[in-house]
């Protein structure tokens, strides 16, 4: 069986679509193919945290149905599974089965369905054990739960992924150590609210007491693993023995994302994100201090309901202040199921992509500060490739910054301390020293 499989969204999805290739592998002798046209089973996993994508899953639908193989199958999975369900066998009558996020074990069990549709929402997946692919690029994404508590009232995914569920720390130890014997240096932690863990496990199993800064110090233990990064954490969640934690073991990865949204605290109210500027600027600072080669990077929504001027300059003036390493800004999409989508003052489209233009260009010009600082520097490197057109290794430094190094031969996979010689706003050139 040859399978196709596109993934939009968060890195969660993408770790849904492997385990999901995984299973197939596993059960059908499965292989991935990168040709739509030779593909016997064409899986769509999707994102529905903004409108975009979804209006992306339609056509994409009708168009891959006019050119695959005929008796190919069709499935479509993840968030926009989730919500939307049966009416995606509706409007796309050709679509074998639809497969929602925390229901994507069900894999197998779908294909030789015609209709299936497996979307439900209290789903325990927080025990499944998925049989592994090889390690590439020497990392490895590790679920460490599944499902979000929070209520931000933009968001869908709560209603999309379901409650949250911690994995028990003795599996995720045990998947470590597995992807570990398996050539990773590097993991990844994966959840929609990383550092919300062990706030609930699955009732099936007993469990352990037990927080994120605990398992981290858990894992860290592993010996072999060299970094240890995780996504996403919430701001709320960034305690000071966490913050201590982040700074003083050397297996976590000092890059750290750190999802603002908004810098207003009417706004981050409206959000429902539980912290105000003020927490999060000092938050920021701590970590600084502690961790002076960090590197943070954030998520702002523009275009929130009510944003006035002023709340956005609010946001701007804390962009100056947090100076991030890495932006990721949206416009405000109203989503179905959200609180947010009925609040008055909704924001005109073109007054909103004009603040997301002018967030982005003071971002540009934070971004060529922050490369200038970094010239000269020598940052530890995780080689994993090779550009033969720059004729550079390429690497990540520890902050996950990427770095193209000249230098004597090295096996990928090494750690190697590297002088920066060039510095751009989005990767850094050096050479090898030792
Ligand atoms: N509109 C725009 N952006 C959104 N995000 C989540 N929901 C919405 C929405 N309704 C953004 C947030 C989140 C990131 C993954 O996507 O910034 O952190
Ligand atoms: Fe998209 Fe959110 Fe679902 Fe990830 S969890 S795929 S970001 S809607």
Redesign the pocket.
């Known amino acids: 069986m040859k399978v196709y499989i596109e993934t939009f969204g ?1 890195a969660m999805n993408h770790k849904d679509s492997e385990n999901i290739l995984a299973k197939l592998k596993a059960d059908r002798e499965a292989v991935q193919t990168d040709k739509i046209t030779e593909a016997d089973l064409i899986i769509i996993n999707t994102c529905s ?2 409108e975009k994508p979804i209006q992306k899953l339609f056509s994409e639908l009708g168009s891959f149905n006019a050119i695959k193989k005929s008796g190919a199958k069709i499935g479509v999975a993840g968030c926009t599974a989730s919500h939307l369900g049966r009416e995606i066998i509706q409007k796309a009558p050709y679509v074998n089965f639809v497969l929602g996020a925390r229901n994507i074990s069900k894999i197998i069990s779908v294909l030789d369905k015609k209709g299936a549709v497996e979307i439900d929402i209290e789903n325990d997946e927080s025990l499944e054990l998925y049989p592994s692919l090889p390690v590439s690029n020497f990392r490895k994404s590790i679920n460490i739960s599944i499902g979000c508590d929070k209520q931000c009232s ?3 995914v709560p209603f999309t992924r379901g409650e949250e569920i911690s994995i028990p720390t003795d599996l995720i130890i045990s998947e470590t150590q597995k992807a570990v014997e398996n050539g990773a240096k590097e993991v990844l932690l994966l959840g929609q609210n990383v550092n919300n863990y062990g706030r609930r496990f699955s009732s099936l199993t007993p469990h352990r007491d037990i927080n994120f800064t605990g398992l981290l110090k858990e894992i860290s233990n592993i010996s072999g693993l060299e970094r240890i990064r995780f996504t ?1 954490p919430h701001p709320l969640h960034m305690d000071n023995k966490f913050i201590e934690e982040f700074a003083t073991n050397p297996k976590i990865a000092k890059g750290i994302h750190m ?1 603002l ?1 908004s810098g207003s605290n009417k706004i981050l109210k409206m959000m429902k994100r539980g912290y105000t500027r003020e927490w999060f600027i000092d938050r920021v600072e701590r970590i600084r201090r502690a961790v002076p080669e960090v590197a943070i990077s954030t ?3 523009v275009g929130f309901p009510d944003e006035s001027d002023s709340d956005f300059n609010d946001t701007l003036e804390l962009l100056n202040i947090a100076k991030f390493e890495q932006l ?1 800004s ?6 179905p199921l ?1 609180e ?1 989508k009925d609040f008055k003052n909704q924001i005109a489209d073109d007054i909103a992509s004009e603040r997301l233009i002018r967030l982005q260009a003071i971002h540009q010009k934070i971004m060529e500060d922050l490369a200038i600082n970094r010239k000269n520097k020598i940052y530890s490197v995780l080689f994993d490739s090779f550009d033969s057109e720059s004729n550079c290794l390429i690497g990540r430094t520890s902050s996950g910054l990427l770095v193209k190094a000249k230098g004597e031969k090295i096996n990928f996979g090494e750690i190697r301390n590297v002088k920066i010689i060039e510095s751009m706003r989005t990767q850094m050139k050096g050479q090898i020293i030792f």
């Open positions: 968060c945290v903004r933009f968001c869908i996403s999802p949204q998520d702002i929504i990721f949206f416009k405000y999409s109203p989503r959200t947010a």
